[in-house]
T-cell receptor
Framework: AQKITQTQPGMFVQEKEAVTLDCTYD???????LFWYKQPSSGEMIFLIY??????QNATEGRYSLNFQKARKSANLVISASQLGDSAMYFC????????????FGSGTKLNVKP | GAVVSQHPSWVICKSGTSVKIECRSL??????MFWYRQFPKQSLMLMAT?????????EQGVEKDKFLINHASLTLSTLTVTSAHPEDSSFYIC?????????????????FGPGTRLTVL
């Protein structure tokens, strides 16, 4: 079974609007971490935000927030006030407690911000 | 955020030659580094986990003798593609695991290098 599922291969959003990128995960661990990365066309993977399974509050980092719904096993990324520079691939990832703390990536969502 | 460098950023080589790619964590020590391969418009595929001072752990289907990994220090890991062939052409990305300080390994963040684009002719 897939550990991380991103069901939106591509998304469009108007500049200055908010957008939500979906991510669901599958784990039987009680302890795990969820991460979002941005990959622009240059190829570099840029860390955006982290949410721990025991964190009670949703993580926020500037214009990025993570809508964490543990019971539904979803960790959606919300980007507020989209900018043209937000156009990129976005990957959701998870690290479980075991085994070996492996890092699992989703298939990614290509976000296009329209002027 | 943490900085991870990767060198070279791109390389073109002839079939049958070997290519070495370096991954360095510049402002933190990384006991664990990871090597990924990414095909166009696809997600990252983990190739191996590199632990400082010990042998790398390879994912299923990745040839150990073809992709040699060395993690000689807490800031440097190298990937050598031996006897490269055109099918090895890809984007190779390394990452370094930075301890969060919480004492919980699953909370550690991975910081990625800028990637190396390998083209084998």
């Amino acid at each position: 079974a897939q550990k991380i599922t991103q069901t939106q291969p591509g998304m469009f959003v108007q500049e200055k609007e908010a957008v939500t990128l979906d991510c669901t995960y599958d784990t039987s661990d009680q302890s795990y971490g969820l991460f979002w990365y941005k990959q622009p066309s240059s190829g570099e993977m840029i860390f955006l935000i982290y949410q721990g399974s025991y964190d009670e509050q949703n993580a926020t980092e500037g214009r990025y927030s993570l809508n964490f719904q543990k019971a539904r096993k979803s960790a959606n990324l919300v980007i507020s006030a989209s900018q043209l520079g937000d156009s990129a691939m976005y990957f959701c990832a998870m690290r479980e407690r075991s085994p070996f703390n492996k890092f699992y990536f989703g298939s990614g969502t290509k976000l296009n911000v329209k002027p | 955020g943490a900085v991870v460098s990767q060198h070279p950023s791109w390389v073109i080589c002839k079939s049958g030659t070997s290519v070495k790619i370096e991954c360095r964590s510049l402002d933190f020590q990384a006991t664990t580094m990871f090597w990924y391969r990414q095909f166009p418009k696809q997600s990252l595929m983990l190739m191996a986990t590199s632990n400082e001072g010990s042998k790398a752990t390879y994912e299923q289907g990745v040839e150990k003798d073809k992709f040699l990994i060395n993690h000689a220090s807490l800031t440097l890991s190298t990937l050598t593609v031996t006897s490269a062939h055109p099918e090895d052409s890809s984007f190779y990305i390394c990452s370094a695991r930075r301890a969060s300080g919480r004492g919980l390994p699953f909370t550690d963040t991975q910081y990625f290098g800028p990637g190396t684009r390998l083209t084998v002719l």
